[in-house]
Structures are given as C-alpha cells and as structure tokens.
C-alpha cells in the first residue's frame, strides 16, 4: 500500500488553468498521509485562490519569496528543508522551461534549486504547447536531473483542443509521489561499482586506455543512491562528475583496481563491475620516455587480473554484476561472460553502435541473469540506470 505518512510535501501551483484542480490535490495528498504547504505562483493565482488552498491545506499559502514573516525571511531555505518532496501540479511550460535554466526569481523556482528533496513535474498546458520541441526539450533535461514527470492525459482540453497536455488525475499525482519512496530492496545495502577506464602505464608520459567515459557507472551509482544503498565508487579515468553521495576511490591501473576492490569488498552485498578495464598491461613500464630513435617499437602486454572473476570466486561473494560491451553475436557472447566468470547477472551493450555505449549520453541494454534476459530500450544512461536499479532488486535480492 502507498502511503505517505509523516512526509512533508510543497505542492507548487503554476500559472495553468488546470490550477483549478490543486485543492483537489492537496485533498488527495492528505488522504495518503501528508502535511502539505501550498507555494503558489502569480500565474498560479490568476486560476486558483489563495484562500481556497490555504483552507484545504489547512497552512498559510506561501507566494512571495519576500515574505518578511518567514524565519529569518528565508522562506525558500525553510521550504526547501522542510519538504520531503516537492511536487509541481500543474507545472506550466514557462515555470518548466525556467526550472531548465535554474531561474529563481519567484518562491517556487529559487526553492526548487534550494532543496535536496525529491521533485515531481506535472505539466498541464493547451497540447501544442506540450507537443512543442522547447517543451518536450525541457522535460527530458529535468528527467535527466532526476525529476519525475507526472505524464499529462490526453483529451479535451479547456481551450476546446484534443490532445495530450490535460493534467494528469489528482489521485494518480498523489500516488506517483508516494512512488518516489517506496523503498526498492536496495536501500540499507552497500554497493559497490568500479567505473571508467583503466590506464596501463607504457612509460612516464605514455599508456594504453579506452573510451570509457565512466557516465554508466556514474548514473548507476546516482540510482543506487536514491534507492537508499550506500554506494562506494572505484574510479578510474572518467569524464563525467562524481556522484557526491557516494564514496569514491581513485585508481590508475587495473591492479590498483583490483586491489582497492579488495581493500573495501568484505562488506558490500552487491559488487557491479562497470569499469572498462584493459584486458593487458606493458610487461614492463620503462623507466624513462622512449625515445623516437628506431623505425618500429614493440610492446609486450602481459594480461590484466580478471577482476569480476575475482570477486565471482569469493567464498562469501556479494551479489556480483558484470557489464558485457559486445561488438558481435552479442547474446551469445554476454551469455557466455555470465556462465563462465560465474556472476548473478550481466548487462549486455552493444558497443558498436555509436548511438549508444562509450562515451554517450544513451545506452540501450540487455539485463541477463540465467533466468530472464530482458531489453531495455534506448534512452539516457540516467534512465537506464534507474530501469537496472528496479531489475536488480526485483530479479536479484
Ligand atoms: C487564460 C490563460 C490560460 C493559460 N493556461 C495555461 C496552461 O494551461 N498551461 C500553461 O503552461 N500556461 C498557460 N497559460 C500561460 C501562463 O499562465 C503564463 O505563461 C504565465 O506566465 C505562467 O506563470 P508561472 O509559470 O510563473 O506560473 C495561460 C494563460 C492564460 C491567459
């Protein structure tokens, strides 16, 4: 059963003519078990009063990010702390687009980047302002910064249009936000992710790498934060920035890798290895540069430990995932990573296609365990992160 008892939620209200519908929202949120403070918007006032929310929820009606009453006149500090989550319903396109570039020149928005808490975005706006390219753009850059949209209806519309932009039902908002704490079997775990590449050093100025850019791991180690783990990051080279929930741990090379995993494995319950680890290392690291005197050079490469295999074979081994970024006969071979280095589950990306993988922003996965193998279509590295968290805890814990 969702509830939402002892949570202290803002509800902000915008300038949309579904604003009629927010006591009824309050009125729903309640129900669940909140305590609601209303943040209205100018806009938000023009379609709704302040009366009929403030006696709904039961608290003064907070509209001016002036208000010389707040606590030390910091209304939009004392909000933002107070909230568990903060939802936005209606959310319009203009207090959307101003949450895009982290305006804050009303109580709503400058509260917004205020506070740590969850947020949810409910647009409602006439359809072709929701179907707009600058609309659609805004809401999957506030997706991608881990906000959750409430998806509008499609339907008959105050204006007379028929389309999609209708708010989304009050009692379906409120449920959408009790959602958001519903623990997933992950929160109280520790987890730990090894991420980017590894760098084998061939001399002082020189080495073998990949392309890994580490946002994978990263968006991983975002998911498992909000699913309530305790994260600790084994990084190596990456170009994206550090999740600052978690623990991080900076490495070179792969047996630094492996040896920092093993310094901090005994208490983890879940070892996720996404790091693109090179496979060999220079036998030898010369002490000096090289120098350019001679028409060929070898290298020889010895292999690198296998550090998932490592971790697989452990007596008392934590739930062990591993990454398989294939080029070709990618199921079979993903398949056969899973069997053979003995892990609970492998996530399978094709990194062939450029689309997808190393370096971008999107990926598109297979999750594979010896009992489901399952797509999860193309989107961002973020929202894939967030579909695995959810596969993880239902298929594995
Ligand atoms: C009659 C009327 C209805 C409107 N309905 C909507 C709406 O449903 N959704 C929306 O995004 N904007 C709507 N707007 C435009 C917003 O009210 C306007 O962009 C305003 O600046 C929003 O302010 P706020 O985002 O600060 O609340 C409407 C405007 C008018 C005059």
Not at 6 to 22: D, H, P, Q, T
Not at 214 to 232: D, F, I, N, P, Y
Request: aromatic share 4%; net charge neutral; charged share 25%.
């Amino acid at each position: 059963m969702k509830t939402l008892t002892n949570k202290n939620i803002v509800l902000g209200v915008s300038g949309s003519i579904a604003a009629y519908k927010s006591p009824d929202i309050v009125r729903r949120l309640q129900d669940l078990g909140a305590e609601v403070r209303v943040v209205l918007t100018a806009g938000g006032a023009e379609f709704v009063s302040e009366r009929s929310l403030q006696a709904v929820s039961k608290n003064k009606v907070h509209d001016n990010l002036w208000d010389k009453e707040a606590e030390l006149s910091m209304g939009h500090i004392e909000l933002a702390k107070w909230a568990d989550a903060v939802v936005i319903a209606p959310a319009s396109a203009n207090t959307i687009a101003k949450l895009c570039h982290g305006k804050a020149d009303d109580l709503l928005t400058t509260l917004i980047l205020a506070t740590a808490a969850k947020v949810l975005i409910a647009p409602a706006m006439n359809q072709q302002m929701y179907g707009s390219l600058a609309t659609q753009d805004n809401l999957k850059l506030l997706e991608n910064r881990s906000m959750v949209i409430a998806k509008p209806e499609f339907g008959e519309q105050a204006c007379g249009d028929i389309g999609e932009g209708r708010l989304a039902e009050p009692t379906s908002i409120a449920l959408q936000i009790a959602g958001l704490f519903q623990n997933t079997k992950l929160a109280g775990k520790n987890v730990m992710i090894t991420l980017g590449a590894t760098i084998e050093a061939i001399d002082p100025v020189r080495f073998i790498s990949n392309h890994s850019s580490g946002k994978m791991g990263m968006a991983l180690a975002s998911a498992c934060a909000e699913a309530g783990a305790t994260v600790t990051l084994i990084i190596g080279a990456i170009s994206v920035a550090v999740e600052s929930r978690a623990k991080g741990i900076l490495v070179t090379s792969a047996s630094e890798m492996l040896k920092a995993v093993n310094d901090n494995i005994s208490e983890q319950d879940i070892f996720i290895s996404c790091a693109a680890v090179a496979d060999y290392r220079p036998t030898n690291i010369a002490k000096n540069k090289i120098k350019k005197d001679r028409e060929t050079v070898s290298i020889d490469l010895v292999r690198n430990p296998d550090i998932l295999s490592n971790i697989c074979q452990m007596k008392d081994k934590p739930v062990c995932i591993g990454f398989a970024a294939e080029t070709e006969n990618l199921l079979e071979n993903a398949k056969n990573k899973l069997k053979n280095k003995g892990c609970d589950a492998i996530i399978l990306n094709d990194v062939s296609n450029s689309k997808i993988g190393l370096k971008s922003d999107q990926n598109e996965v297979f999750f594979i365990t010896d009992k489901v193998c399952e797509k999860i279509e193309i989107n961002s590295k973020i929202i894939i992160a967030k579909k695995l968290v959810i596969k993880i805890s239902e298929t594995l814990m």
